[in-house]
């Protein structure tokens, strides 16, 4: 399984990203995925995870009400939307994915409970 994400830059605070995740499994509904977020010096932390199906979606409290994840399985992509940025969205963010037996699952909150990772893209929030 190969993940790309893409998407980061520069931006204000205040402004708003969209990432996405492109994923190559010919069955990504069966997948459960997530974002993580590390920022220079501190350990990766989770941000949003949904389920294979899209229906179940979780949220760390610190993007709660300003980040949104979603995801198209045609597409096999997933979206992470960042609106109101703050200085301490500053990272490079990280998609991950794990295989499930049911589509409704969603991964867990760890970075141990994802098997597949893409590369960062890098997310800079200025003030």
């Known amino acids: 399984v190969q993940l790309q994400a893409s998407g980061g830059g520069l931006v204000q605070v205040g402004g708003s990203l969209r990432l996405s995740c492109a994923a190559s499994?010919?069955?990504?509904?069966?997948?459960?995925v997530g974002w993580f977020r590390q920022a220079p010096g501190k350990e990766r932390e989770f941000v949003a995870a949904i389920s294979g199906d899209g229906s179940r979606t979780v949220y760390a409290d610190s993007v709660k009400g300003r980040f949104t994840t979603s995801r198209d399985n045609v597409k096999k992509t997933m979206y992470l939307q960042m609106n109101s940025l703050e200085p301490e969205d500053t990272a490079l963010y990280y998609c991950?994915?794990?295989?499930?037996?049911?589509?409704?699952?969603?991964?867990?909150?760890?970075?141990?409970?994802?098997?597949?990772w893409g590369q960062g893209t890098l997310v800079t929030v200025s003030s």
């Open positions: 991950g994915a794990r295989q499930s037996g049911w589509p409704r699952s969603i991964p867990g909150q760890e970075v141990n409970d994802y098997e597949y």
């Open positions: 499994p010919r069955t990504f509904d069966d997948y459960g």
